[in-house]
């Protein structure tokens, strides 16, 4: 869902973000993470840790024009790890 999120970004641009999100969080984003370097860092630590707005920085990701091998690198190294916290989580609260 993430790489069909960052697709649809790169393919129909911000406007597409726009409609998806408020405009709001739309333009705190874009006026926060202006670094592209440390916009790596902090994406890669929203995809790592739960509870991180993580659907919208995928669709940001997209417009921001990064690349496609580093967003495949960060998703596929941080995501399962932020599956296996929900899945923790999850687990303690059932028991």
């Known amino acids: 869902g ?11 641009g911000a ?3 726009k409609r998806l999100f408020p405009e709001k969080q739309y333009e705190t984003w874009i006026n926060r993470l202006q ?4 916009y790596t860092c902090f994406f890669f630590l929203c995809i790592l840790l739960p509870l991180a707005p993580d659907d919208f920085l995928c669709y940001f990701s997209g417009i921001i024009k990064m690349p496609v091998k580093k967003y495949v690198l960060i998703i596929l190294s941080a995501k399962p ?8 989580g999850v687990g303690v609260l059932i028991n």
Not at 35 to 38: H, L, M, V
Not at 81 to 88: E, Q
């Open 2 to 12: 993430s790489i069909i999120a960052f697709a649809l970004a790169r393919c129909y």
């Open 15 to 17: 406007p597409l973000v």
């Open 35 to 38: 670094n592209k370097r440390s």
């Open 81 to 88: 790890w932020c599956l296996l916290f929900y899945s923790l």
